[in-house]
């Protein structure tokens, strides 16, 4: 999918319009949840049709029988939820009420989705008049035809509103969304292809989607995958439940205090994919000095990197990798133990790989981060040998400006960061050392710098090509633009003098 498609661009536009005074976070939604019923009803309306007509496979069934649903993996809609009977009533006061009773039909009658639609539509501070409008044009997307196309459509517009709703958040909104390309990079660099992928900050499910998309586009089945995830925020997860719902991915998502109250205690992840919130002071971490997740040293009770980096670790099945996006800081920093905790994670062998990653990505933070690549098994599981080196990556001049706040990852910046990666453990391809981009160091050289985890103190600077004209050349150029921009810079000076002396100022 383009990254700006026009069929998104132009429904978000036109929904846009009608926010009128909501505040994002709470049209998000609104919005999310109408763009879920329209698409369950109109898969149910495909459905339900060949039902009627009763050909073939379809003889003698029951239009109005839910199992006839469930066995292809379809929502039952009923009548008084169907889209058709909401756009009749659209411009009705009691529009609101009609949908949210939909929305409790809907769960009635299909248990996965107990407690995951939004039931705010009566709420009498939200206008009538712009819902009725909203009807409308949802209404002009189209989801009735092949379930996968349909899928792939919803999908992409419930995606891009995801993303489009972060931004207008700001940092409330960069907590429940991870950029698509960010989370490409993770899902490429680690290539979770078959066993249990987790994620125990979830947010919106990207990291699942994506894990999915992933599996399609490499010809495997997305079967093969088990999907667990734990979200802390109550309205996040339904809209993670909701996200995956709607692709028709099976997942086990918990409601939960992830270090509090570990959802999947036993779950040991072939494929873990995270980007936690960074540097929380108030994880609860007094309360869990003794913790079993802690093998490499208690984490701060001020700061939860090192918690989430060993949480994650601890989740990992004895052949498990993860990809951790995390703050700068966690590369060096000394502060409460962090350091001792680095060096042991160090010396213990389960740092893979770190990648520093441009500014600019995400839309709640400014600030450049990093990607962690832990690994239980860096001896001779699928891949070379690893157990004596950590590659760097300083990928921190990729991405191209968007907008004039945000970067996004080309295809061409994830493949060279993914691509080196895989070389480099022995998946195919040459790995060498590049200055400026990439350095396999052994852990001695990492001993010698203190442990400090930060890929430029690595790799170097880029090498500068010879373009074969003399240093002579070069500089006679340089000094000629010097006087020619001072030249310039005089005659205007003079020129501004001279306007302010009409307008009656003397300098």
Not at 21 to 29: I, L, R, T, V, W
Not at 76 to 104: C, S, T
Not at 376 to 398: G, P, Y
Not at 459 to 468: K, L, P
Request: net charge negative; aromatic share 10%.
């Amino acid at each position: 999918m383009p990254e700006n498609n026009e069929l998104e661009k132009t429904l978000w536009a036109a929904a846009d319009k009608l926010r009128s005074s909501m505040d994002a976070a709470e049209y998000k939604h609104v919005v999310l949840g109408l763009i879920f019923l329209k698409y369950i009803s109109d898969s149910f309306h495909t459905l339900h049709e060949k039902l009627v007509k009763g050909e073939g496979e379809f003889e003698g069934a029951d239009p109005e029988d839910t199992d006839e649903y469930k066995a292809k993996n379809v929502f039952y809609v009923p009548v008084e939820a169907r889209w058709q009977f909401l756009l009749n009533k659209a411009r009705q006061p009691e529009i609101g009420k009609h949908i949210d009773d939909a929305m409790d039909a809907i769960e009635r009658l299909n248990p996965s989705l107990r407690g995951v639609l939004p039931k705010i539509y009566a709420d009498p501070d939200l206008n009538k008049q712009s819902l009725g409008d909203l009807i409308d044009l949802i209404g002009n997307i189209g989801f009735s035809q092949d379930v996968h196309q349909s899928q792939d459509l919803l999908g992409r517009v419930y995606e891009y509103f995801l993303g489009q709703f972060a931004d207008q958040e700001g940092k409330r909104g960069g907590q429940f969304y991870t950029p698509r390309h960010v989370v490409r990079l993770l899902v490429e660099m680690i290539e979770p292809f078959r066993g249990r992928v987790y994620d125990g900050c979830c947010g919106s499910g990207g990291m699942f989607v994506q894990s999915e998309r992933f599996v399609q586009e490499h010809q495997g089945t997305v079967r093969d995958l088990s999907i667990f995830g734990q979200e802390s925020n109550p309205t996040t997860l339904r809209l993670a439940k909701m996200n995956l719902a709607i692709r028709g991915i099976e997942a086990r998502l918990e409601l939960g205090d992830t270090f509090l109250d570990d959802r999947h205690p036993d779950l040991k992840a072939d494929f873990i994919l995270a980007n936690p919130p960074f540097n929380v002071s108030d994880w609860n971490g007094e309360l869990l000095r003794e913790d079993l997740r802690w093998q490499f040293g208690s984490p701060p009770v001020g700061n939860a990197n090192y918690a989430w980096l060993q949480h994650f670790y601890y989740k990992l099945s004895p052949s498990g990798t993860a990809a951790i996006l995390m703050a700068n800081g966690s590369m060096n920093s000394n502060t409460s133990g962090e350091g001792e905790i680095r060096r042991n994670m160090i010396d213990g062998g389960i740092v893979d790989c770190m990648v520093a990653l441009p500014g600019q990505l995400f839309f709640n933070t400014m600030i450049p981060v990093c990607l962690w690549i832990l690994a239980r098994d860096r001896t001779n599981h699928k891949f070379r040998d690893r157990s004596n080196e950590i590659l760097f990556i300083d990928a921190r001049s990729l991405g191209s400006m968007i907008n004039r706040r945000n970067k996004i990852l080309t295809d061409e910046d994830i493949a060279k960061v993914a691509g080196t990666y895989h070389a480099w453990r022995g998946e195919g391809g040459v790995y060498e050392d590049t200055p400026g981009f990439c350095k396999a160091a052994t852990l001695d050289e990492v001993i010698q710098n203190g442990y400090v985890l930060m890929p430029g103190r690595y790799v170097g600077t880029e090498e500068a090509e010879d373009d074969g004209i003399p240093f002579e050349e070069k500089m006679t150029v340089l000094t000629q633009r010097l006087a020619e921009q001072f030249e310039q810079g005089e005659v205007l000076k003079q020129r501004i003098i001279e306007n302010l002396e009409e307008l009656g100022y003397e300098l």
